[in-house]
């Protein structure tokens, strides 16, 4: 049971949360002893207790202002496990904020607010080792605890740390490498004579070069430490820290290293990762294309998407800077030429391949990639493969590839071969030239135009199939009646009761309890948050939670269901983490209805 910690905003494995002591701490935070005079900025709220053992083997008084590190053994690394089993502490059931030291073999849930992991500064310039240890500790202890590392993080390295799911760091490794003259910045560990000038507006460095000495570079270094979280934690809020990632990753392979070898914990990361957001996502590197964002959305598009209209040619075009692709100029001369008479799917890089009826769905309009004209070879390998997996299975009788050269071109050769599928090549020049959109226009004479009704009622279908499972479309979906005009649409069922609505900003559908009745009907799996006999109104807490779903996602429509309620709502935890959190938000309600 946590009493003292609190996630307040997710971004991935990186979190903001509050450290409830007297004085609250937002983490990830900086944190060091209550006894020690660090210069600089940062929060004395830890007690060691550990230091004590054997000597005073009761447990600690401990008080409320202080997170207490509880008794413990340190065991060499390396230790063997029956041997550090023998050893293990039993750590005491304790009233006051505290800390249990576990390893990455031995964590598991104590009842503990936070979590120290034993023998952290080994794993510093150890990418796999240090990976496996915080996704294994982090997986080991409940969600709503914090994760502390000691004694490793630098200006450097802390956005890392925290992108992998540390919470609390402290100002060790920056104070020894201040008193050895290492001067340390984001990007780099000078040693201090070789300074000329100080990269660096901080107290500790508004004085003469010449009068700077080990004393003011323990201080600078503590300071580039705590301004660094304090970026960081805005990107979190803003969801926007992987961005940031890989870019400032860069500075030391190791961190490089490590944010890969993550993208290669998948399962970890996409527990984590919310389905919808409202910040952009920036696609600068080949990196991004294994963001999960950008592979969830690839994975739903090729595994649960149906495409409709395969009973008419594909045309397949290329994406637009502005989003959504149909508010563009280019894309709203092809459907001059196309009229609705074809399926139109925009190729993509990060994305992959863009139905016309996910246009809206997160992250379809909502990436900035760099534009250069040059596709990478890492770019063209992922995007054909999407665009094969994406075309078998399909029965379109034509494929019109109305696409510029170069890049696009070469996936579609490169895709065409390896299905045996001719593609017919529409653009002499230019895909908006009056010459290429006139052999468009002439490729798809002889067909007609399919009804507006036609369209909308494939959106929504297309949107379930991605949001909720293979077949929720035409499960929840079919006897519909659309209402509004694209994108405001609103699903009816045949005698008017809404069922749903698309959100515009996420390309997602709301449902009403009508639709989440027909979701719980069907033999779509249904993602559901148990309660405790109670109506909730505005949100769930996680404490009234009795189970939840595994794949729930931030961001996921979910049923509610107790004795005394259904309803409706957004998620703001994972499933996993609503069921072992006692704190927090965990469902945002839409709808209810008492029973
Ligand atoms: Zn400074």
New binding site residues.
């Given amino acids: 049971m946590t009493d003292y910690f609190e996630i307040h905003e997710r971004d991935s494995a990186a979190r903001v949360g509050e450290l409830r002591l007297a004085d609250s701490v937002t983490t990830p935070a900086l944190v060091d002893d209550v006894d020690t005079e660090t210069p600089g900025d940062c929060r004395h709220v830890l007690d060691d207790a550990g230091s004590r053992w054997p000597t005073e083997q009761d447990a600690p008084d401990g008080d409320d202002s202080l997170l207490t590190v509880l008794p413990h053994r340190g065991l060499p690394a390396g230790t063997p496990d029956e041997v550090a089993e023998a050893f293990a502490v039993d750590y005491p059931d304790v009233s006051f904020p505290s800390a249990a030291v576990v390893s990455s073999d031995t964590a598991t849930d104590h009842g503990s607010d936070a979590y120290v992991l034993a023998g952290a500064p080994g794993y510093v310039g150890h990418a796999s080792a240090f990976v496996d240890a915080v996704s294994t500790v982090r997986e080991a202890i409940p969600a709503d605890t914090a994760l502390y590392l000691p004694g490793v993080a630098t200006p450097r390295n802390v956005a890392t740390l925290v992108y992998a799911g540390v919470d609390l760091v402290d100002p060790d490794r920056a104070v020894v490498r201040g008193t050895e003259g290492r001067y340390l910045t984001t990007d780099e560990a000078y040693f201090l004579e070789d300074l000329d000038e ?1 990269p ?6 508004q004085q003469p070069r010449d009068e700077f000495d080990r004393e003011d570079c323990v ?2 270094n503590v ?2 430490l705590a301004a660094e979280l304090r970026r960081v934690r805005r990107r979190i809020r803003d969801g926007r820290l992987r961005d940031y990632i890989e870019g400032q990753a860069r500075q030391d392979n190791w961190l490089t290293a490590t944010f890969r070898r993550l993208d290669q914990q998948y399962s970890y990361l996409e527990e984590r990762t919310p389905l919808i957001r409202r910040a952009d996502l920036s696609a600068a590197s080949d990196d991004s294309l294994r963001r999960v964002e950008i592979q969830r959305f690839a994975e739903r598009v090729t595994d649960r998407y149906v495409p409709r209209f395969d009973d008419r040619p594909l045309v397949l075009v290329p994406c637009s800077a502005r989003k959504p692709y149909s508010d563009s100029q280019s894309h709203k001369q092809y459907h001059d030429a196309i009229k609705w008479r074809a399926h139109v799917v925009s190729m993509t890089s990060p994305i992959g391949v863009v139905p016309q009826e996910l246009e809206l769905t997160y992250p379809a309009q909502h990436y900035d990639s760099v534009v250069t004209g040059n596709w990478t070879a890492t770019e063209i390998e992922f995007v054909s493969r999407v665009l094969e997996r994406y075309l078998e299975g399909t029965d379109y009788p034509e494929i019109i590839a109305h696409i510029p050269g170069e890049g696009y071109r070469d996936i579609c050769e490169r895709v065409a071969d390896s299905l045996g599928r001719e593609f017919t090549y529409t653009v002499t020049d230019h895909p908006t030239t009056a010459d290429s959109l006139g052999n468009l226009a002439a490729e798809l004479e002889g067909w007609d135009r399919y009804p507006k009704r036609e369209r909308e009622h494939n959106t929504i279908r297309a949107v379930a199939d991605y949001q909720f499972g293979a077949g929720a479309g035409d499960e929840l979906f079919d006897d519909l009646s659309t209402q509004g005009r694209y994108p405001q649409l609103r699903a009816d069922d045949a005698d008017g009761e809404q069922l749903a609505a698309l959100a515009q900003q996420y390309g997602v559908l709301s449902l009403t309890t009508a639709g989440a009745r027909r979701w719980v009907e069907s033999d779509v799996h249904t993602k559901t948050v148990e309660i405790e006999p109670f109506v909730p109104h505005g949100s769930v807490l996680a404490p009234g939670i009795t189970d939840a779903s595994d794949d729930i996602r931030v961001g996921d429509d979910v049923v509610i269901r107790g004795d005394a309620a259904f309803g409706v709502g957004r998620a703001q935890m994972s499933g996993p983490e609503m069921q072992s959190s006692t704190r927090g938000i965990a469902v945002q309600m839409r709808h209810v209805d008492e029973q």
């Avoid at 660096?200 to 460095?205: E, H, V």
Wanted: proline content about 9%; some cysteine.
């Fill in positions: 100080l660096c507006a901080c107290p500790a460095c201080e600078h300071n580039a």
